[in-house]
């Protein structure tokens, strides 16, 4: 790059032109920053909603809004309320200082010791605790301001020389997106943040992401507008109206002692009302449209008195239509209007006085948002006041720089001291202000100005005629102050020339500090992800070994249990088998005890052995239902051991229920309702106790009958008559051996056929001797054994009674019945307590592996998590070192420049010739100087993966 063309001066137009195309490059840049930094807030939005609610970095130290000693406001006007603008200072976490930064900055020292350098001190919002310095003030007492600087920051500065640096603690330090809860519990924030429900505080900052996404709206809209507002504000009575009339050498807005402007009055260049001068009241300022006159109503502008003083409940602003008069000349730069200035519109809005009442005071913090340049003027004579400060808080928000007029300047004796005082307050209301005091703070008397008015100042015109004789009337350059004229020069320089500063800064400088505050909040997030991994991972090592132990144990358990169960039930069926098979083998024996009543009672005798039997029976059935309760109760002891040999892994099942149960009821279930559930479920868990067994085994005693064959069962008078022939056998024997056919008699088996055998061999024998011999051998064979009949006739009974029951309930399966029977109810009466043993195991499993899966799964949503917050980390650094770039090569600092600045230092010239030159030739403008680099990346849009689709627009070419 040659040295001619870097030496060569760039003519007035054509370094207009630069600027504005340098300005339209820089604010088409911004939109798109802006539109990224909006992205990012809605995926971390996202995030916060689906994914992972963030955690905010509870701040350790807490920052308090700054306070000024009431000395300083001792003189002040009556003062709104701080409470709603503290909030909203503080909220904005911008200059929010400690209360050491605030020791600091009213260290302020006179010029003589005050340092020129400055450092960038921790822990402190950037500007409050810059150790500045004041060289000198107005009309060189306000001469030099020490610069901030943090080396090694990403940027090199900013358009306004406000630096964008990262805070050096700045974990628990954010500036825009903080949680401040502090005002509306009166409680510390960290005390709050730390009881709040993770949920509950996703959701607070899910409303302050849409807060943040809003307000990045309004500053694309306001970057994106050509056209420039300036909002003069102040107390009420400071001459602001006196100012806009002087900045405008016209008397358009009414001034007065009293209180009077009661409306916002916007002064617009009746050039864009087709040159007509008049006044138009808007009842709703988002309605209002030039081109549509019911949006309005139009007054004469010697009617503005009236309407400015009366009609604040009718409309809402003012928009007054003037004709400028001032010189348009841009070779001389002090006479050019600020309405109609060749650079840009601008309209100047001159505002009700701050402390007149609270609503207007609101209206007016809401309106800054809207604004470019905020033209503050105090009252000299009063300092600061409360609303003042509280006024420049909020608006440090965002601006760094605020245009401060102190006016009525001519009334104070000792312009020093007052001087001094306000500037100590300044410092530490906005402190970027104060660093560059030479050209934003500004002592005047705007009175002073005499102004062109045919009314009241006709001194100050010349009349003329025109062709048709009528009377013109043009104003004569008014005398200023050199004092006004400095401010005036400063603040077209602020308000036109350094748009930069005024206009893109403060949009550029929300989107920083979102950025930063975002790479916080992802950074600490990314922690908190990482700790909840390393903890989970060290859970999940310890717990497993513990599960897998479960396992074996639940396996283990349930098998042990069956077998309990399976072997006292077979126990049972077995002993029952044995006992009422032998019970019935030898039902007769019983019997036996019946006493024999004689021949004549042998049916009751028979029916008293039945039921002596049947008492035996049953009596033996309830054998075996004791000997089945008996092992009922010993399987129950044995479910208990080994209930009790596992019992630890049940103590810390219940532990961790209690544990869930404690914590879902801190987050407000019942507590009541939590712990009867639990011990419900703990109860159920519970084997058996002595008392369940036995409740359990009471069913076992049976009702009613213990078999349908002995119900039916009936005496029959076969039962009186022995036919066991074996016995007829033997008692033919032993008849016979009595008489002489003994040995026929042993081989008869019956005595029908002993008898048929007798009569046939009488028949056959012949001889009536031998045939009388036999007859009467039968015959004693018949009473023989008739008389046997009577005298055995119990045991006959018994045992015919015992035979047939014995076969009816064999027949019947009594027995086996009984035994299947008695072994169901022992399983019946053990079942419940095998399973819930069984049931305790398997929620315990399942509990572990609900637990293991819960863990698992915030596993993953930790792992993430942290991917995303280590994306939008990366993302928020990156386009955060892009946003700061993007005032290279607009600093004002003499020191951090390389080239001298021009104009009160709004741009380096000689590059942006150097640029024009190069552009226009199709070269880069880089390619052989590396102190020309503040221009390369204007046609820079963020990186690809910052960017959604359709978010930005083309990037304009250079
Ligand atoms: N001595 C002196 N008086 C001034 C100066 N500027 C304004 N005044 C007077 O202060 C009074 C209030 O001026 P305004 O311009 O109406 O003040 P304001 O801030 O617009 O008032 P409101 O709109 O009612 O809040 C008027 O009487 C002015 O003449 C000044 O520089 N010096």
């Known amino acids: 790059m040659s040295t001619n063309k870097r030496s060569s001066a760039p003519s007035p137009s054509e370094r207009q032109m630069l600027q504005q195309h340098i300005f339209s490059e820089k604010s088409q840049r911004l939109q798109n920053y802006l539109h990224a930094t909006k992205n990012i807030l809605h995926e971390l939005g996202h995030i916060n909603r689906d994914k992972w609610n963030v955690h905010f970095p509870i701040p350790t130290t807490l920052a308090g809004p700054p306070t000024l000693t009431r000395s300083y406001t001792a003189a002040s006007f009556s003062d709104t309320p701080r409470n709603a603008s503290v909030a909203v200072g503080n909220d904005s976490g911008n200059n929010l200082a400690p209360p050491h930064s605030l020791q600091r900055a009213n260290s302020y020292q006179p010029m003589s010791t005050a340092s020129s350098t400055a450092s960038y001190p ?134 007065d002692q009293q209180p ?23 009842p709703r300022v988002d309605r209002y449209s030039l081109d549509d006159p019911t949006t309005y109503a139009i007054v004469e502008l010697k009617d503005l008195e009236d309407l400015v ?118 410092m530490m209301l906005s402190p970027h202000t104060a660093a560059e005091a030479n050209d934003l703070v500004h002592f005047i008397s705007a009175q002073n100005v005499t102004l062109a008015n045919p009314e009241n100042n006709q001194s100050q015109q010349q009349s003329e005629h025109d ?97 309990i169960l399976d072997g006292s039930c077979s126990a049972v069926r077995a002993h029952a088998m044995t006992h009422l098979n032998n019970t019935l083998e030898n039902i007769a024996i019983p019997a036996e005890r019946v006493e024999w009543p004689g021949l004549w009672s042998a049916w009751s005798y028979a029916e008293n052995v039945i039921r002596v039997m049947a008492q035996h029976l049953e009596h033996e059935v309830g054998e075996c239902e004791r000997f089945a309760k008996f092992k009922i109760n010993q399987s129950m002891n044995d479910l208990d051991k080994l209930k009790s040999e596992q019992q630890h892994h049940i103590n810390r099942y219940e532990m961790l229920e209690q544990q869930k149960s404690n914590s879902s009821s801190r987050r407000g279930t019942p507590a009541s309702q939590k712990s009867a559930s639990t011990n419900g479920s703990q109860q159920t868990a519970v084997t058996a106790t002595a008392g369940e067994v036995e409740l359990s085994t009471s069913y076992l005693v049976h009702i009613g009958s213990i078999s349908n064959a002995l119900d039916t069962f009936s005496l029959q008078p076969t039962d009186f008559v022995d036919f066991e022939w074996e016995k007829w056998s033997m008692l033919t024997t032993m008849s016979m051996s009595a008489g ?101 195991f398997q929620r315990m499993v ?25 994306e939008i980390r990366s993302k928020a650094r990156e386009l955060a070192e892009m946003v700061a770039r993007l005032s290279d090569g607009m600093s004002l600092n003499a020191d951090e420049k390389p080239t001298k600045t021009v104009d009160d230092g709004c741009l380096d010239l000689s590059y942006s010739h ?15 100087s590396g102190t020309a680099s503040c221009y390369y990346d204007f046609a820079h849009q963020p990186p690809h993966h910052l960017t959604a689709p359709g978010s930005y627009p083309t990037s304009p070419t250079a």
């Open 309 to 426: 003083m009366d009609n604040e409940e009718q409309f809402q602003q003012l928009k007054i239509y003037a004709r400028d008069t001032q010189n348009k000349s841009l070779a001389n730069s002090n006479t050019v209007s600020l309405l109609n200035n060749g650079v840009t519109d601008v309209s100047i809005i001159d505002s009700p006085g701050l402390n007149r009442d609270s609503l207007k005071t609101t209206q007016l913090f809401a309106r800054q948002e809207e604004i470019d340049v905020v033209v503050f003027v105090v009252n000299a004579e009063n300092h600061f006041t409360l609303s003042g400060q509280d006024f420049l808080l909020s608006a440090g928000k965002e601006k760094a720089h605020i245009f401060i007029v102190v006016n009525r300047f001519d009334a104070i004796r000792r312009k020093d001291r007052c001087q001094k005082m306000i500037m100590d307050q300044i």
């Open 122 to 255: 921790p822990s402190s919002d950037e500007g409050a605790t810059a150790s500045t310095a004041v060289n000198s003030l107005n009309n060189g007492y306000l001469d030099s301001v020490g610069m901030l600087h943090r080396p090694g920051a990403a940027n090199s500065g900013n358009f306004g020389s406000a630096p964008l640096s990262p805070e050096d603690d700045s974990d628990n330090r954010l500036r825009v997106l903080r949680l401040d809860l502090r005002y509306a519990h009166h409680e510390a924030s960290s005390d709050i943040m730390s009881s709040l429900e993770s949920s509950s505080i996703a959701r607070l900052f899910d409303d302050k992401l849409v807060q943040s996404i809003t307000h990045i709206d309004r500053l694309i809209s306001r970057v994106s507008d050509k056209s420039s507002k300036i909002l003069v504000t102040g107390d009420l009575n400071a001459g602001k109206s006196t100012l806009v009339n002087a900045l405008l050498r016209s008397n358009v807005l009414p001034t």
């Open 260 to 282: 009077c402007t009661m409306l916002f009055c916007e002064v617009v260049d009746a050039g864009k009302n087709g040159g007509v001068e008049e006044i138009h009241a808007i």
């Open 740 to 840: 002489t056919l003994a040995l026929l008699a042993t081989r008869l088996h019956s005595y029908a056929d002993s008898i048929v055998r007798l009569v046939k061999l009488s028949s056959t024998i012949g001889s009536a001797t031998t045939q009388k011999l036999l007859i009467s051998a039968a015959a004693i064979l018949g009473v023989g054994s008739a008389l046997y009949l009577v005298s055995d006739m119990d045991s006959t009974v018994r045992n015919n009674v015992a035979r047939r029951m014995r076969e009816a309930l064999r027949e019947e399966g009594f027995s086996i019945n009984h035994a299947d029977r008695l072994s169901t109810e022992t399983t019946r009466s053990l079942r419940p307590f095998v399973w819930k043993l069984q049931h305790t």
């Open 467 to 563: 062709a048709d004789g009528n009377k013109l009337q043009r104003n004569t350059a008014p005398e200023l102050s050199p004092e006004f004229s400095r401010m005036e020069r400063c603040l077209k320089t602020f308000a036109l020339d350094q748009r930069f500063k005024s206009k893109l800064a403060p949009a550029q400088r929300y989107s920083y500090h979102v950025l930063q505050d975002v790479e916080v909040i992802a950074n600490y997030n990314m922690n908190r992800a990482m700790q909840q991994i390393q903890e989970i991972n060290a859970l999940l090592r310890e717990s497993t070994p513990v599960y897998e132990t479960l396992l074996d144990a639940k396996t283990e358990t349930g098998k042990r249990a069956e077998n």
């Open 914 to 928: 150097e640029f024009l030159n190069s552009s226009s030739s199709g070269g880069s403008s880089n390619s052989d």
């Open 846 to 870: 399942e509990a572990e592996e609900r637990r293991r899966a819960d863990q698992l799964h915030r596993r993953h949503t930790a792992q993430d998590a942290q991917m995303h917050f280590d």
